[in-house]
């Protein structure tokens, strides 16, 4: 599986757009990009997945780029219920056993 | 309500102890893991199933052992309890394959272990 860089840390601030990026840049063609978060505690939660165009679920969107290198989650309205610990996850499609590796991940604060 | 569940949420051992945690999901799901996370750390994965009667291990299966004799069932167990496998274990399930219906992996609420 791909492996990905995301900043260790960021803030946001309540009621405006957070915007998560991460870098996947050995991605290959039959490798998904996932979205989970954990909020304290908590066991992850997942957010969204793609593989090359843009998703958008009630919970955030997923923008690719087109040369599929990096990506960038997006929360449209951050809440102080978002504050978490973000995690994109690369892994090929029928991995064995559905497994996800999970890195170190980009811990979100959400201030007022 | 449908979802994945841990049992117990707590446990304290001592060394050498052997104990099972449970895991139960009621969304007939296909695939089951279990993953520790360490203080600070993300998750890593000790055993997955792909299906009942098939298993196999993943990043950190060392002192564990696991089976898979239903669907819905999937426990974990410690064989001679360490210091080291003082952990959050976080169980999960997954449907199928990433496609239409697909809603990732549901995790359980985790297992706080201490091992004395």
């Known amino acids: 599986d791909a492996k990905t860089t995301q900043p260790p840390s960021m803030d946001c601030a309540e009621g405006r757009a957070a915007n998560l990026p991460c870098n996947h840049s050995?991605?290959?063609?039959?490798?998904?990009v996932y979205w989970y978060r954990q909020i304290h505690s908590q066991g992850p939660q997942y957010i969204i997945h793609?593989?090359?165009n843009n998703e958008t679920n009630e919970m955030a969107s997923l923008i690719i780029t087109e040369d599929r290198k990096s990506s960038t989650l997006i929360l449209p309205h951050a809440t102080l219920r978002d504050t978490a610990v973000y995690y994109c996850?690369?892994?090929?499609?029928?991995?064995?056993?559905?497994?996800?590796?999970f890195g170190g991940g980009t811990r979100v604060l959400v201030k007022p | 309500n449908a979802g994945v569940t841990q049992t117990p949420k707590f446990q304290v051992l001592k060394t050498g102890q052997s104990m099972t945690l449970q895991c139960a999901q009621d969304m007939n799901h296909e695939y089951m893991s279990w993953y520790r996370q360490d203080p600070g750390m993300g998750l890593r994965l000790i055993h997955y199933s792909v299906g009942a009667g098939i298993t196999d291990q993943g990043e950190v299966p060392n002192g564990y052992n696991v089976s898979r004799s239903t669907t819905e069932d999937f426990p974990l167990r410690l064989l001679s309890a360490a210091p080291s496998q003082t952990s959050v274990y976080f169980c999960?399930?997954?449907?199928?394959?990433?496609?239409?219906?697909?809603?990732?992996?549901?995790f359980g609420s985790g297992t706080r272990l201490t091992v004395v």
């Open positions: 999960a399930s997954s449907s199928h394959e990433p496609g239409q219906g697909y809603y990732g992996y549901t």
């Open positions: 793609g593989l090359k």
């Open positions: 996850i690369v892994r090929v499609i029928k991995a064995a056993g559905n497994k996800l590796t």
């Open positions: 050995t991605i290959s063609g039959n490798e998904y």
